[in-house]
């Protein structure tokens, strides 16, 4: 019948991860659910003296070192933050080919 181009048979998805915060809303796309979280924990790392007290911090460090794992600091922020939350959409797809609304 024709010729169809691989993308069209298998469409690709994409991780979207949106983080609300006081200034707006920032979003982005990645192609696995690792480099979100990687790039979650890199938001959280670089705002973390700046939005959280220091006794907020000395909370974090209080606890067992086992339990201060990167998904446990990720949860830790947002859940101190009133402000801020964040979503992750899994498996969004996308088509390769598409030319856009009309």
Known sequence: MGYQ???SLHPKTVVILVINHRHGTDAWAFSTVEKAQESLL???EEWWKEELSKSTRKEWKSLPKEERTDKAKIEF???RKDDEYYDLFLDVEIDSDSEGFK
Do not use: I
């Open 5 to 7: 181009k691989k993308s």
């Open 42 to 44: 890199k938001w959280v």
């Open 77 to 79: 922020y947002f859940d």
